[in-house]
């Protein structure tokens, strides 16, 4: 006879219809879990210029002390329809017991980032700790990125960008919400 559901042949591995339960050094990140979309504005001095594009952020967990982070971006035209995509991203943040947290953020433009900061109150502040570039990605100096939750439905997003020889200033910002 068939089993539809075998045991699993890890005995601590979840099935995946099951959310794991999250691990007790995510607490200050619990409200991130989920999958995020809305939309932004950008700007930068090197752009010709400023621009309004749509963000979809993920954040998921499994079980482990550390957060799975995707984001993709579009650009909008004047009529708010995607003009192409944007921006691609993907990484991990590692949750340490003070507070701290250590993000490993890649891009496929070339760009991988290692970031640490703090979460608390509903707010994770990551500022750059190095930055390593493949031979033909664009120069990027340094970044500071700031998720907020004015409520539990709600993500603001501000990302600063020192690049192409620019100081750090103002890159992005976007008001995303809960995707149920």
């Known amino acids: 006879m068939f089993d539809p559901a075998p045991e699993h042949p890890y005995p601590d591995a979840h099935r995946p219809d099951e959310a794991p339960e999250p691990h007790p050094l995510l607490a200050p990140v619990l409200g991130l879990l989920g999958s995020w979309h809305g939309r932004g504005r950008g700007?930068?001095?090197?752009?010709?210029?400023?621009?309004?594009?749509?963000?979809?952020?993920t954040f998921s967990h499994d079980g482990r002390p550390f957060l799975r982070y995707e984001a993709r971006a579009w650009l909008l035209g004047a009529d708010d329809a995607p003009l192409r995509p944007s921006a691609r991203e993907s990484g991990w943040w590692r949750l340490q017991p003070d507070g701290r947290v250590e993000a490993l953020i890649t891009q496929p433009t070339g760009i991988a980032e290692i970031a640490?900061?703090?979460?608390?109150?509903?707010?994770?502040d990551l500022s750059t700790h190095e930055v390593a570039r493949t031979p033909t990605a664009k120069e990027v100096e340094a970044t500071r990125r700031r998720y907020e939750l004015p409520d539990a439905d709600t993500l603001t997003f501000v990302h600063d960008l020192a690049a192409v020889g620019q100081p750090l200033q103002h890159h992005l910002s976007a008001r995303l919400h809960r995707r149920t």
């Open 43 to 57: 700007e930068y001095p090197t752009l010709e210029a400023d621009f309004a594009y749509a963000q979809e952020v």
């Open 116 to 124: 640490v900061g703090r979460a608390a109150d509903g707010a994770v």
